[in-house]
């Protein structure tokens, strides 16, 4: 017995927790799943342009961390790519930056929920 009294639990194995993934992020064919407003303004973003960089998807979908924004799409199942580019900042150096696009297939799973 721990102090106090209290016995510590074994967890049981025969309740295990499910390992599956989050319903609410889940999808199924011909429904449109809850999207967030940044989420909304990144796939416009995503729709009008063929490639947007990291940064500027920050500034549009207003995040500061725009690839969790798109982590969150690709969990509902949109599939959007990133591109690394190579590039010289703004102190000379070389760097790779990353730019997002829609995949067609992406594009089609967007058609489905209604957005083109």
């Known amino acids: 017995p721990r102090a106090g009294g209290a016995a510590m639990k074994t967890p049981d194995p025969t309740k295990a927790e499910s390992r599956a993934p989050n319903s609410a992020n889940a999808t199924s064919?011909?429904?449109?799943?809850?999207?967030?407003?940044?989420?909304?303004?990144?796939?416009?973003?995503?729709?009008?342009?063929?490639?947007?960089?990291?940064?500027?998807?920050?500034?549009?979908?207003?995040?500061?961390?725009?690839?969790?924004?798109?982590?969150?799409?690709?969990?509902?199942?949109?599939?959007?790519?990133?591109?690394?580019?190579?590039?010289?900042?703004?102190?000379?150096?070389?760097?790779?930056?990353g730019r997002y696009f829609l995949t067609d297939r992406g594009r089609a799973t967007l058609s489905a929920w209604g957005r083109s």
């Open 29 to 97: 064919p011909g429904r449109t799943p809850k999207l967030t407003e940044r989420a909304r303004r990144a796939i416009d973003a995503l729709i009008r342009s063929s490639h947007v960089s990291r940064e500027a998807m920050d500034r549009i979908a207003g995040a500061s961390n725009s690839p969790q924004v798109i982590a969150g799409l690709r969990r509902k199942g949109v599939d959007i790519e990133c591109e690394r580019v190579e590039a010289i900042d703004r102190d000379g150096h070389p760097c790779r930056p």
